[in-house]
């Protein structure tokens, strides 16, 4: 595989269920970040993470918790959410060298709370 | 802080007329600038990139930008677009100083509707 894979495409949940997004990247950078995408609002940045660290958390709400064991995956667990959480989430990443740094960005999770 | 307005949220065009996304960005220090193109259901796609160098930036499917830093914008632009050209559009601009100012700010986006 190429680029940057995230897995469930799709997931519907309740309100009381536990899950995870997944996310992948084969481009050997070294950072990684979650971001949420609400109809009709700018993409929002959720987390990020540089060398397995995380370095920004933009005020998420505790009920999403993110997870970087390497610099090639990057988890997102979900529990308790609220129906306002349904959005697309996507993934991307970039090597982060001092000088511009493109963010390469997954196909995204379509997430339904009910 | 930086922050990008994409003038136009929708612009709805013929099959193979021209057509032009606008892009205005806000920053007190340099940016790279970035076209990001979504089609449905999918992840964000880089179109292209201006980083320094010549202003006119080529990117793919016949897509091109021009950097205009006087005017602090750079629009989107394509000569002839195909029905599959339809898509959201953003732009998003990062700082060049990066370091713990590194977000990469996009704008709202611009739905562009390609019709026969």
């Known amino acids: 595989e190429t680029g940057v894979t995230q897995t469930p495409r799709h997931l519907v949940m309740g309100m009381t269920n536990k899950k995870s997004l997944k996310c992948e990247q084969h481009?050997?950078?070294?950072?990684m970040y979650w971001y949420k995408q609400s109809a009709k609002k700018p993409l929002e940045l959720m987390f990020v993470?540089?060398?397995?660290?995380?370095?920004e958390n933009n005020s998420v709400p505790s009920r999403f918790s993110p997870e970087c064991p390497n610099s090639s995956h990057l988890f997102l667990h979900l529990h308790t959410l609220q129906p306002e959480d349904s959005a697309l989430y996507l993934c991307?990443?970039?090597?982060?060298?001092?000088?511009?740094?493109?963010?390469?960005f997954g196909p995204g999770t379509r997430l339904l709370v009910l | 802080a930086q922050s990008v307005t994409q003038l136009d949220s929708q612009v709805p065009v013929f099959e193979e007329a021209p057509v032009e996304l606008r892009c205005n960005y806000s920053?007190?220090?340099?940016?790279?600038l970035f076209w990001y193109v979504q089609y449905p259901n999918q992840g964000l796609q880089l179109l292209l990139k201006?980083?320094?160098?010549?202003?006119l930036v080529k990117g793919i499917n016949g897509f091109e930008a021009e950097f205009n830093k006087s005017q602090t914008s750079f629009h989107l632009r394509k000569p002839s677009v195909h029905i599959s050209d339809t898509a959201e559009y953003f732009c998003?601009?990062?700082?060049?100083?990066?370091?713990?100012?590194?977000?990469?700010?996009f704008g709202k986006g611009t739905l562009l509707t390609v019709n026969p």
């Open positions: 920053s007190s220090v340099s940016v790279y």
């Open positions: 998003a601009v990062y700082p060049v100083s990066g370091g713990s100012n590194y977000k990469l700010t």
């Open positions: 481009l050997g950078h070294n950072a």
């Open positions: 991307a990443s970039s090597q982060t060298s001092g000088r511009e740094e493109t963010q390469y």
């Open positions: 201006y980083l320094s160098g010549s202003t």
């Open positions: 993470y540089n060398f397995k660290e995380q370095t």
